[in-house]
């Protein structure tokens, strides 16, 4: 149906206003990164570049362990979106799907983890991992950024889960398939869709996560993104091209996830949570 | 087959995980709080509710308690207003709505270091963009520096927090709205109400659990931001910026004192613990889902 001009009028302007809060500050960076420095420190600011170089690109790969860093994150991160998904997957659906008791109470315990303030497990965590021999290991971030993106990951497949019709899983259970084979082959299937986005929640949690990151690795060579780039920043405080150049390729691997399957993503996060 | 036993046998892999990272650090963490331990790897002395004592009575503390509370109220406050406005905007329908509704996540997507150095650039003031465009439209007459001042810095830091997390909040509301049925808006409209009454008749009424679950859990939220403020201002200036958080940090590795940092830590989860509770019960009682 239609709308009156006048809200459309507003619609568009709302909208422009949201694309240029959200929009702009990323123009600006992604844009300076190319600018020559000259023109990085203008008095006046240019919205569209009027050099082009890559120097601040080469400048901070040469001289920093910038793709260290970057290898390092993506390893972090895929990995603990992995093994997130390993024992979220089987939770969700054990809690949604199956009854058993105590399972109400279960659940409303793992969604207390996000009540706490997560700096409060730091310093226990690592007394801990020093005992173990874990200070100084990427597996120390893969396990806790698992902590962290578990509870959330738990109560976002629910709504997928919840989705499926009930007949589909007793046809199969009655054809003789125990619950596992039920949930690999029935289930993960039919919420691919919801795989992928809590898959997208545990990656861009850990890729963005520091204050682990920062207590726990403690050399160079191990540094996630968020820690090594700190230290670059610290380092070239006021190189504001190298600095532009940094951050455009630390947004660059999550846009170019975000543009395979980040609407999956969003469908988890709004249609999936619905039901 | 047993089939409770197969069920538990799902959940034990995630169920023991959580134990082992979240729920026995928290316990150690309590215990902690009762000795007298320095840096990480030395043992202490048993000195039971010393440190609580101590803490107590810190001024340091309190005044970051004040700041934590600011810091969520203010942040609940901007983040939910602006994912409000966000969310009735991608409730619309129009051309290109799906990207919009993807893309609008870019600001939670990227590590807080880099939306830190983001904003800090934008409101420098060399090179900045703020400075500037504030200059132009005439709203300033010379350059403002955001970080100078305890209150600005604290302002400022709440903006870059809530454009961080708005988007987040927003598509959780639009999932609310989404619930909302389309023949009521229908019914409203053969009637004759206007888009602004069915909005204050329809729309907001309907929100309203939706919004108060996301004032929670955007309260949950802020309250653990640590890594924004301790990069942007490492708690300064004058401690202005150092909620809770920032100070159990500097505390524990800045000033090696383990054990009041627990000390701290469980105060304050204790403080959220008991606002979790209040507010869950105060969502059960008024007739809500789950």
């Keep these: ?275 | 087959m047993n089939r409770p036993l197969i069920a538990f046998a799902f959940v034990a892999p995630a169920l023991v995980f959580l134990a082992a990272t979240l729920a026995w650090p928290l316990v150690s963490a309590f215990l902690l709080s009762l000795q007298n331990v320095r840096s990480v790897g030395t043992t202490g002395t048993w000195v039971g509710l010393e440190n609580y004592q101590y803490i107590l009575a810190n001024a340091a503390f309190w005044r970051s308690t004040g700041l934590s509370f600011g810091w969520v109220i203010a942040n609940a406050a901007l983040q939910t207003l602006l994912a409000l406005l966000a969310a009735l905007i991608l409730h619309q329908k129009f051309p290109g709505v799906r990207v919009a509704r993807t893309w609008i996540i870019l600001t939670w997507i990227v590590p807080t270091v880099v939306v830190v150095m983001i904003w800090r650039w934008l409101f420098s003031t060399s090179g900045g963009m703020i400075n500037p465009i504030l200059l132009q439209l005439g709203i300033i007459d010379r350059p403002v520096g955001f970080f100078a001042t305890p209150e600005s810095a604290f302002a400022t830091l709440v903006f870059i927090n809530s454009w961080r997390w708005f988007p987040f909040i927003a598509l959780m509301m639009l999932a609310g709205m989404s619930r909302i049925p389309s023949d009521l808006y229908e019914a409203a409209r053969i009637d004759g109400a206007g888009a602004f009454k069915r909005f204050t008749r329809i729309t907001w009424p309907l929100l309203a659990p939706t919004l108060t679950v996301l004032l929670i859990v955007g309260t949950l939220l802020s309250f653990n931001v640590f890594d924004v403020i301790w990069l942007m201002t490492q708690g300064g200036p004058a401690g202005g910026t150092r909620t809770l958080p920032v100070l159990i940090y500097e505390t524990a590795f800045r000033s090696y004192r383990m054990s009041e940092a627990a000390t701290i830590a469980v105060l304050a989860t204790a403080l959220l613990m008991s606002f979790a509770v209040l507010a869950t019960r105060y969502l059960a009682r008024s007739g809500d889902e789950r």
């Design chain 1, 1 to 275: 149906m239609r709308r009156p001009l006048r809200w459309s009028i507003a619609l568009a302007a709302g909208l422009l206003v949201l694309a240029a809060l959200i929009g702009l500050p990323f123009w600006w960076v992604v844009s300076g990164a190319f600018k020559a420095p000259q023109e990085i420190i203008a008095r006046v600011p240019t919205f569209f570049p009027q050099s082009f170089t890559l120097e601040h690109f080469e400048k901070l790969l040469s001289a920093s362990d910038y793709l260290t860093y970057l290898v390092n994150s993506v390893f972090v991160s895929v990995l603990s979106a992995l093994v997130t998904l390993v024992l979220a997957i089987p939770a969700s659906y054990a809690f949604f799907r199956l009854t058993f008791r105590g399972r109400e109470t279960l659940y409303r315990i793992i969604l207390l983890a996000y009540a706490f303030p997560s700096i409060v497990v730091l310093i226990p965590l690592f007394a801990t991992f020093a005992r173990l021999g874990l200070v100084d290991t990427r597996l120390a971030l893969v396990l806790v950024n698992v902590a962290f993106a578990l509870p959330f990951a738990i109560w976002m497949l629910r709504s997928f889960f919840a989705s499926i019709p009930r007949e589909i899983e007793e046809a199969a259970r009655l054809d003789g398939g125990a619950p596992l084979t039920v949930l690999l082959r029935i289930m993960i299937p039919l919420t691919a869709p919801g795989i992928a986005a809590v898959a997208i929640f545990a990656f861009v949690t850990s890729w963005t996560e520091y204050v682990f990151a920062s207590v726990m690795i403690l050399s160079d060579a191990k540094r996630t993104i968020p820690v090594g780039f700190s230290g670059i920043i610290g380092q070239y405080q006021v190189d504001w091209g190298l600095l532009l150049a940094g951050a455009s390729l630390a947004i660059l691997p999550v846009v170019l996830l975000f543009a395979l399957i980040g609407r999956w993503f969003v469908t988890g996060l709004t249609e999936g949570a619905v039901k």
